[in-house]
């Protein structure tokens, strides 16, 4: 199973917030959190005048002390620049859109940010699949709003069905779901909607379509919502509400209605682009069971090849090694321009689309802004403002390869620490005799005999044999093998083998009589061993799960290319996403 994601947002004026904004240079601690700052308005004041800002007892509510807002600013965007964290959330706007203040102030969001929530509220979300409400000719299609009507007619209704059909895992947050009734309806597949409708996703065309797209699907979610209130009822926190306060507003069934969410794994599922990222890749590479490789070519980018007489096999090798079109010969520039990715649409351009997008969704939005890896500290800072100056209600930034780097923590972690003087370590000698234990298990290349010995002091050595399979399963048995081996008799636990071994997993997976999975290789040694120091009777009390990410690299599920798109790691090729 995967662990669940977390958000942690620190208001700018708590007095610990430079330690907060600190905390995820080293890679190695909060590994499965997401960081935010909570900015507030008084803080972007004292930002623009280089001033002092006051910090704040959280539980007297106090003067705490004062500090240098500028400088607090560009440390902010320092760490951003370093590794992506942490984000900034605009607290003082989430509460000024706020539709139940009588309830209680917000203070935090779910862990990718799109979903403002009080204490106890739950996440009620939907996507619609933009590409699906094109109709006309590849790009130069035309949105069907009377099907997309339809649809978010459907969809209002179906979500708020949710919370009534829903189990609740907590008394509290059944009450507070079901008093405010927020749902949020948002879309995917938009950069594939801007590509049908022939529309380059860093344009001012792309920015008015996104600005009547998202006016016309929450116009259209409100007065569902206001006709389920008709059926069923308005929200039990109607009253006191922004909505009771307006005499001109109807009655609503829920207190919020829309909502742009990442859409990492259903994105996939549905073959369309993810929220209102631009398109990850033109064409990438993806591991399937078998151990093959299958190349995964955007079909409205093939079908426009082959419509204008530029597709080949040649063509589409290259756009897999690029995963863009930049500098692919015999591309047109305006297909070129279309097929835009990520990493080709400037930060600007993806803070303008976000804001378009925002200025019509009553919750937030999740995207992530995307920088090359030469983008310097002031061009971070440069969107940040951008983002606020635009009514953004959060931000989150991504620069190419930062995860990769090396982050050094700060020199205080060491001032006071010297290094110990290395020691040689020598491999115990391997006495005559020794007894074990032999165990078959199967993995997807066969079935691999492993054998345990043990001296008086436990597991030895480790021997592995892959049947009759050779090649490279034997030799990379064999080198598995004398590794372990070296590690035990050099003192290296057991249990620390076990820890670093079970759980990695490959494309081909095998299973036990009993039901067990073997994931790898490596992870049939590392339940052998496990197995052998149950039966010497020692224990090992621990639950291995997959290593958290530190870089962008490898999926942990299925070896899969990475990428970080709306505030989540996700892999395109099987699905993962840390944010689910």
Known sequence: TRRGANMAILRVDHPDILEFIECKRDKSILTNFNISVAVTEEF?????????YDLVNPRSGGPAGKLNAREVFDLLVQSAWEGGDPGVVFIDRLNSDNPTPQVGAIESTNPCGEQPLLPYESCNLGSINLATVVKGELTKGAIDWEQLSAIIQAAVRFLDNVIDVNRFPLPEIKQMTQANRKIGLGIMGFADMLIMLGIPYNSQRAVETAEQLMSFIREEARAASARLAEERGAFPNWKGSIFDRDGDSLPQRNATVTTIAPTGTISIISGTSSGIEPLFAVAFTRNVMDGTQLTEVNPLFEQVAKDRGFYSPELIQEVVAKGSLHDVEGVPADVEALFATAHEVSPQWHIRIQAAFQQFTDNAVSKTVNFPNSATIDDVAEVYQLAYQLGCKGVTMYRDGSREEQVLTTAKSYEHQQPAPAQRLEPKARPDAVHGV?????????????????????????????????GCAASQTEALARLMSLALRSGISADHLVKQLKGISCHMPAWERGGGRILSCADAFAKGLERALADNGQQLSMEFEPEDLKHLGACPECGGNLSYESGCVACHSCGYSQCD
């Open 438 to 470: 032999t165990r078959a298990l199967p993995t997807g290349c066969g079935k691999l005999y492993i054998t345990v010995n043990a001296d008086d002091r436990g597991p030895f050595e480790v021997f592995g044999n892959m049947g009759k399979a050779g």
């Open 44 to 52: 972007m004041r004292a930002v623009d005048d280089d001033r002092e």
